[in-house]
C-alpha cells in the first residue's frame, strides 16, 4: 500500500509541476522594430516566434516575448525601456537601427540612444544579445560604414554577445524578405532565428537549473 501511495502521489506531483514550471520560465525579449515584431506577417510567423519553437526543441525552457514595434526607433527604443524592465527578462535581444538609417539619423544619436539602452539592461544585470544591421547601397559607402560602427563599437564597449548583422543567412536565399525590401518573410524570420541561435544559446540554461537558479 505504501508503494502504491507513494506512486500516487508521484503522479500528481509530476501533474501539478507541469504549469508552475511553465509558469516560472524565465523571461527571453524580443526588443525591435518591425524585423522583431513580424510586420506583415500571420500570428506565430515572427523570428521571436520561431525562435520559441528552436529554444523548446533544444531544450531551453525560456519564454519568448516578442516586444517588437514597426517603425521603432532607436529613440522609441529609450522611451520603451521603463515597459520592458518591468517584464524582468533575463535575457534581451535588442534589435533597432534600421528605421534610424532608413531615415538618415546621424550615427552618433542613433550611438547614443543605442548606448543608453544596452546600459540600462547592464545596470538591471540583464544577459544581452545586440544584433546589428547595415542598409541599402544608395545610402552611401560613407554613411553605411559610420552606421554599421556604432553596432561594432557598442558591442565592444559593452562587451555584449553581438551578431553584426541580422539577415547574414537570409540576404541571398529567395523568398525571405517582404516586397517592400524591408522586413522578412516567414520563411525569413525561420532563418533570422537560425542565425541567432549560436549566439544566444551560450547566455542561456537548460532544462530546469534556471528553476534552482530562481529559488536560491
Known sequence: MDVHRALIVSFWCLILAGPLQAADRPVLACYGDSITAGYGLQAGQSFPDALQRDLDSRGYHYKVLNQGTSGATTKDAVAGLHGLLLL???VVIVEFGGNDGLRGVPPEQTRHNLDEVLTALENAHIKILLAGITLPPNYGAEYIHSFEQVFR??????HTTFVPMIYKDLVHVPGTIQPDGIPPTAKGSEIIAKTLLPVLTPLLQKGNQHLARATR
Open 153 to 158: 563599437d557598442l558591442a565592444a564597449r559593452h
Open 88 to 90: 524582468h527578462p533575463q
